[in-house]
């Protein structure tokens, strides 16, 4: 490992780490260190033990703390949130690095093969049909769904040419995106809802999310696995196929487990953008191409930028959707990154 | 090594190559030539299991290319591609490094046996001195010896070459080539040509492709032969042997297409390769031409023999004789014009010259290119000299290039 990467590592998961508690201080509501130091440790730790090996329910949590409220606000509201975000954040980088791998094209990003569309319009279908039920898994439904058929529209022969995949990508999303602004049109009172969920943003994750969540690193480091191969793939599919690559095998995998993860980020915050496209650029500028080190590298860069851009949005914006938020900040850390590659 | 058997290959619903029958021995350099379109990189890509079989097999060492796994091929066959287009900027190592992806399991990395075989990879292919740049700020013949250094790493026992080395320079080309032929025995090599004299130079064993089947088969000599090149190509050529190498040599006759036909009898007075340009050029033209008296295996005397030329001659290194000499007389007597070369004179063909001394009303022309002396290759004592000196007092022209010359043959 280069020095550079080894550097970058090192310095993500301390800025993970320090991001994290930042973010759970800050808030509408400030709230003191010493509030989140337990009263009595040994008493939090048996309570704990206790309910978990042998299922006796001990009081609520809240009250090891000074302040059960400011407990509360962090435990059950600011963690779940943070720990989405992150998450979150690391799954879009994580589905962009693999696309833009698979395409070997600096525009692709998570949803460019229909699933931004796809789970836009899932998640319309339940806001205006079942009032808002089952939306995260209408959401998952749509993204995924969209790369299968997406999929079995370039497949021919056994083989599905990246080109056409993301050609028949941008025809699909257009698609759906029409019949999505039909729903729009027609939905009355509902529109403002489906705007907010287009924008993207954590308002109201649980812990239930957060749980769903810890699928995305899992699915990560499933995707992290085929980084050689995705390194190989660089130099064209042919060449792949002769260094011993099953390139349709691949391209499967690939774009099962990104629509996965992307899946499952959608469902729980909507279609935020940006993350999954600038992310990876800005990592391959800092640690190289090599997969290797850009997946972890881009998972973690990913997950602190969104937990930072959430962190702004609820504490000092008024909860403005957070996709506003990483388009404004990072599009021009973005264009600023480019010049000065341009310049070397 | 490698048997074809009844190969029908080709995109869906396109058969490209069809009946395609041959074998490569283990350890040779097997060239694979064509013309555009003819199917000679379509073969390739069957050979590398890009494109399958839609009839017939494919078998290395016995075992039929379908049977063997992605991995197991690498491992088998490397392939070198014309072109490489790195999307990513990946070090020149990195690259190599790849070679060794089929022998690394999934959840392991590079072990310090295959950084010492990229490295010897590196170091035959001359590209150690640049592992640390990246790949796309390195010239194109770096490049190549890269992508060669990383199908070397492969360790594969058949190397594919796919037009290597056709864009670039002579002496990256013949550094590349010869690379490969220094593998050669290891390794089975079968390379798509277009350099018809290279893959001459460098191939054991050639097929020639036409339009999807297979044309000719064989050693270089049997392979690049005049009526072969005629049929599948279309172009006239001479074929000679280089005399360096003992591997035929193709010359390709480059027909000008200026289509002035001439009526114009030419008898040109030669030797020694002075006066293939003005035979070739003006049997273009469409003038008949005659030439000689010339020794068999003489540079202009093969020239004529190639265009089809007539040519009086004589055995080689004798002096111009009698029978010849009339010959000679009758050439001369038909042709509307006579052109002597400043070729070099010495009493063998002296008797050439003193025929001009009483040639009569037939016009003479001297033909010296510019820089030359007739007289400065004069091996018979001056006298050449004399007579040369002898036919421009007496009104013969002296001309300094061929477009000087065909002007003036214009205006007889």
Redesign the interface.
Known sequence: MQKNSLIATTGLIALVIISMIIAMALGPTTIPLRDLVPTDLWALLASVSASLFSGVEGPPLSSFFPDPTSFMIVFDVRLPRVICAILVGCGLAAAGTAMQGLFKNSMADPYIIGTSSGGALGASVAIIFLGGLGLPILAFIGATGATFIVYAISMRHGRAPVETLLLSGIALSMFLSSILSFLMYSAGKSLHQIMFWLMGGFWNVSWNDATIAFLIPLAGIFLAFYSRDLNILSLGEDDAVHLGVNVERLKQILLFLSSFVTGIAVSIAGAIGFIGLITPHVMRLIVGPDHRILFPTSMMAGGIFLLWADTLTRSFFNEIPVGVITAFVGAPFFIYLLRRRMQA | MIEIDDLTLGY?ALDILREINLSVEKGGFFGIIGPNGSGKTTLL?GL???LLPSAGTITIEGRELSEYS??????E???V?QE???????TVR??VM??R??Y?K??S?ESVKDVEIARHAMEVTNTLAFADRSVNEVSGGERQRVIIA??LA?QPRILLLDEATSHLDISHQIEILNIMKNLKGEVTIVGVFHDLNLASYYCDRMVMIDEGRIAAIGTPNEVLTRENLKKTFSIDSVIRTNPMTGRPYVIPIINSGRQVHEKQRVHIICGGGSGSDLIYSLSDLGYQITAGVLGINDTDYLTAQNLGIPCVSEAPFTAVGDESLYKLKACIKEADIVVVTGMPVGPGNIANLRVLEDIGDTPVRVYQQAGENICAQDFTGGEAGRIISGLVESGAKVLNSQEELIGDLREI
């Open positions: 869906p890509k590398g299991r890009i992605f991995r197991d091929l690498a491992k066959m490397g392939v591609p490489t287009n790195i999307s990513f900027d990946f990195d690259i790849m070679g992806h089929p690394i999934r959840f990395s990383r199908a492969q």
